[in-house]
Structure formats: C-alpha cells, structure tokens
C-alpha cells in the first residue's frame, strides 16, 4: 500500500483511494473525466496485486471500494503476523499481554477492548486508558492502600485482614 501511494500521490491521484474524490452526478460535466482517471487508478491497483486476488475485483468499477476492500483485507495485525514481527515489537506487544493479564476481574471489559483495538496501543497508552476508567469510574480508595500506587495495580488475590 505504501508504494501505491507513493506512486498516486506522484501521479496526483490519491484522492481517489481516500475518498476526497468521489464520483460526481449521473448529470456533471466532470462525470467524463473521473471515470477515465478512476479507471486508471484501477488498472494501477490492478497491475500490482498478485494474480490471485485479480479474480476478486477484475470487474470492479470503483478505485475506493476496491482500496478499501484490499485494506481490510491485509491491514490487519493478527497473532501469526505478531509472531513474524520484530523481536522488539514482539516484545511489546508481550509486555502489554502480561500488563492487561494481569489485571483483576473487574477491567476484563476494558480488557477486551483494548486487546480489540488495531493497532494494539503501547502499554503505557493501555495504562492510561485504564487510569482513565479507573478515575471515571471512582474507585480509588487511596485509603485502604499503603501506597499511591493507583488500584489497577492491586490484584484482585489481595485481602486486607481484619483485626
């Protein structure tokens, strides 16, 4: 996607992946000529991607919806292109499973939707949004803590012992 954009942008086409540029009315004069520069958008898209996704959009007619399609498609991150990443961003991305795992029981829901975001966030954007829910949701009871450290981190195994 990256030379492709590299390649419509010195072309001065972009707008038509991005949907800056959209198809004027049946009744526009410039109908003409978006179709001609939407059908060469095509064919460069076309011209580039392997011969097996060529079947799935040959008769398309649109350059956005084809882009889009092709974006949600392959601009994913899932586990297996995880494994095939960096070391360092692998080691990220086990920093954070270890910090969101090891939260107690009551920010599973917040849990799910960080681990649903794509990108996954850094662990400290993860530490942040759970500051955030903590706060919003009021629960710092400093009180009943030794320290100031917030109470995301206390596990949910903790027991304050009454005397």
């Not at 969101?100 to 993860?126: E, F, H």
Request: aromatic fraction near 10%; charged fraction near 20%; hydrophobic fraction near 40%.
């Amino acid at each position: 996607s990256r030379a492709m954009l590299i390649a419509l942008r010195a072309k001065n086409k972009v707008e038509f992946i991005n949907g800056s540029c959209l198809k004027p009315d049946q009744n526009s004069p410039l109908l003409h000529q978006w179709e001609r520069c939407n059908a060469i958008v095509l064919s460069w898209i076309m011209s580039t991607i392997s011969k097996k996704l060529l079947g799935g959009i040959v008769y398309a007619t649109d350059a956005l919806a084809v882009w889009r399609d092709l974006k949600e498609m392959f601009d994913r991150i899932n586990g297996s292109r995880i494994f095939f990443h960096s070391q360092r961003y692998h080691d990220q991305q086990q920093r954070l499973l270890q910090f969101l795992m090891g939260l107690n029981d009551s920010y599973g829901s917040i849990r799910s939707q960080i681990l649903m975001m794509c990108p996954l966030p850094t662990v400290s954007q993860a530490y942040s949004m759970i500051s955030q829910e903590e706060s919003h949701r009021g629960i710092i009871a400093r009180t009943h803590r030794r320290s100031d450290v917030p109470a995301v981190f206390y596990s949910n195994t903790y027991k304050k012992k009454d005397n």
